[in-house]
Nanobody, 115 residues
Framework: QVQWVESGGGLVQAGGSLRLSCTASGIDFERDAMGWYRERPGKTRELVATIGGDVESFYGDSVKGRFTISRDSANNTMYLQMTSLKLDDTAVYYC?????????WGQGAQVTVSS
């Protein structure tokens, strides 16, 4: 199974910025379709953004214009740059494959946005 490791979470004030990082074993960071998910309090996991697999990246409507997904194949790392953070962005953020069922998940990165 793939071992996923998310990092970069923390506490940030509304309107601030934060960058999450993701590394994983057995993943081709240059070609494999990947993405960021999140679990907000009391809600099921949702897809936030994707990269690869299509000509354009996907962003959920709630984060479009504020979040940017990218990856560095040389360093085998995927990123989620989050700006203009809102209170409802508070969640545990996970990285994983997209367009197919994930077989394993990391612990995620906790992002807490305060007023």
């Amino acid at each position: 199974q793939v071992q996923w490791v998310e990092s970069g979470g923390g506490l940030v004030q509304a309107g601030g910025s934060l960058r999450l990082s993701c590394t994983a074993s057995g993943i081709d960071f240059e070609r494999d379709a990947m993405g960021w998910y999140r679990e907000r309090p009391g809600k099921t996991r949702e897809l936030v953004a994707t990269i690869g697999g299509d000509v354009e990246s996907f962003y959920g409507d709630s984060v479009k214009g504020r979040f940017t997904i990218s990856r560095d194949s040389a360093n085998n790392t995927m990123y989620l740059q989050m700006t203009s953070l809102k209170l409802d962005d508070t969640a545990v953020y996970y990285c994983n494959v997209v367009f197919k069922t994930a077989s394993s998940w990391g612990q995620g990165a906790q992002v807490t946005v305060s007023s």
